[in-house]
């Protein structure tokens, strides 16, 4: 049973109890509604929380999918209408609101929720300059993380993505993915990931922590069949760049051990790990570039803010005294909510430069 199976089980109970007492505050705002109704209600939106899970890690179907888009959008609804409630309760305290004015303050979540929805689904492409020694020419780079192929973004986001890819095709040489190709909320089958094979530049790509919930086997499966590279704590060059794949640690695989023997010299030398940490240390072995996702950037808000609070390096390009940098991208899919506010699902253009 994987983290993600054993997290959403454990939450279960506590998720329905909290909605339950959620839908009680609401209603009692605009007119109150029997318990009874409001714990039926509840009971049913922790079994559209809960019961996707079994079936989709068995076979992926449009009605699995459906019923976890939706506990996915409401799940950030209700976060939202907590924070309305919250709201509402402070300013009540100084002063009697009107019943419109309360309505108002409730409608804002469906509306931002519109917003926020179609944020998570714009893919934005962004360019970056990087300059470094050791380059024979100027490489482009597509540098992108975070997919969560999964139940709420199934093979649509490998279509939004693989056009992406096709338009930069003629200016960009290949594209590293740092990890969380998938989410572990369905199985990925062999062919999942085919539409990448017609790709033109070579793809890259070293798992994260979501690819071991699905089984880190499907999805390099899917990849090697869909012609991705790749690097699970292995090493490739692509002309002057010596690119280290190192994956991230979870369950009983510990943290790689990393030297300078991995460095090549009179390269460009690339790290690529999903999350932001060590860079420090990647840095003074003398790797050039560490490549990373994971945050989301916090993915919207509130969270954008407690991920800047979390992470020191939270979303963005980040140079040293030694002239190294770290590349954390916002990541193209969403964890567990369709939503994004504050953030961009994005592709990002990495142009190394020669320095001079």
């Known amino acids: 049973m994987s983290y993600r199976t054993k997290r959403i089980i454990f939450i279960t109970p506590f998720y ?54 939706i506990d996915g959008i409401w799940m950030w609804a209700s976060v939202m209408f907590f924070i309305d409630i919250v709201a509402i309760y402070l300013i ?25 929805y179609h944020k998570a689904h714009k893919l934005t492409v962004h360019e970056k300059t990087l300059k470094l020694d050791n ?68 793809i890259i790509f070293t798992p994260g922590n979501h690819d071991y919930y699905p089984g880190i086997e499907d999805v390099v499966r899917a990849c090697k069949k869909a012609g991705i590279i790749v690097l699970d704590n292995k090493t490739c060059e692509f002309e002057c760049l010596n690119i280290v794949g190192l994956s991230y640690s979870v ?44 945050t989301h950037g916090g993915q919207f808000y509130p ?12 979303k963005g390009l980040f140079k040293d005294k030694s002239g190294h940098y770290l590349h954390v991208t916002t990541g193209v899919g969403s964890m567990d909510v369709p939503m994004r506010w504050g953030t961009d699902s994005e592709l990002v253009v990495l142009k190394l430069e020669k320095k001079g």
Not at 37 to 60: C, D, N, R, T
């Open 303 to 314: 969270a954008v803010w407690f991920g800047n609070l979390l992470f020191k390096f939270n």
């Open 135 to 202: 380059l024979t020419r100027n490489i482009n780079i597509v540098h992108f993380s975070d997919v969560h192929f999964g139940s709420i973004r199934h093979g649509q986001i490998i279509h939004q993505i693989c056009a992406k890819l096709h338009e930069l095709e003629n200016t960009c040489d290949l594209a590293i993915i740092s990890g969380d190709l998938a989410d572990g909320s369905c199985v990925v089958e062999e062919n999942d990931l085919m539409e990448f094979a017609r790709v033109k530049m070579p």
């Open 92 to 116: 009540g305290n100084f002063t009697i609101l009107p019943i419109e004015i309360i309505c108002i303050l409730l409608l804002i979540v469906p509306v931002l929720g519109i917003y926020n």
């Open 16 to 69: 329905t109890l909290f909605e339950f007492f959620l839908l009680k505050y609401i209603f009692l705002l605009i007119g109150n509604v029997s318990d009874i109704y409001l714990f039926v209600l509840a009971v049913l939106l922790g079994l559209i929380h809960l019961l996707p899970m079994f079936f989709e890690a068995q076979k992926s179907t449009p009605l699995g999918r459906l019923m976890t888009t």
């Open 251 to 294: 369950g009983d695989r510990s943290m790689p051990e990393v030297d300078k023997s991995q460095i090549k010299e009179g390269c460009v030398n690339i790290v690529n790990y999903h999350v932001p940490y060590y860079w420090k240390e990647f840095s003074s072995l003398g790797f050039d570039i560490q490549l990373s996702g994971h």
